[in-house]
């Protein structure tokens, strides 16, 4: 059971509303709809490349002991491309693995400098603008902190894992 309770299920038009979009949905209706819309530009609209944009989700949600969160973006890492051995990797928080390459190591060190120290050092800035332009390293600051805060939501809230993780190529298709 949840900590507080999801929005009701006959209020959505897809019965199998995920759980996370249930909860968000016990909150002011500008706020949810605003954490939905925001949560949906990084996904389908941000210039960050998907693999790295999941690697950032993915080490906000393992720091944060976000089972749900993981569990879900594990399957869209999976979506994007990553493997196992890569996902092994940013679980470890292991920036230095051969599994993963140049500019997907600069994106764990930064994510983790991000998370660990607020303020990441001129050194992890520097790696990742090697790789990534301006607005990606914005939107990777910005996709890193939205997920921090989902997945505190998720753990203080009690989200429960879904039957299925979201199924990312129905959620992918423009509407």
Sequence with gaps: MPRIPYADKASFSDPDTANVTRMLAVASPIVSKAMGDLGSAFIKGSPLPPKL???AIL???????????????????????????????????????NALDAAERAVLA???DVIVNVRASDATLSAVRKHLGDAEVLDLILVTGYYMTISRLLETTGVELDAEPIDWNVFMKPR
């Design 59 to 97: 080490r906000a949600g393992y720091i944060s002991n976000a089972l749900y969160e993981t569990w879900q973006h594990e399957a869209l890492g999976r979506f994007v491309g990553l493997n196992d051995s890569q996902i092994a990797a940013i679980k470890a928080g292991d920036a230095n693995s």
């Design 110 to 112: 930064f994510v983790e």
């Design 53 to 55: 944009r999941e690697i």
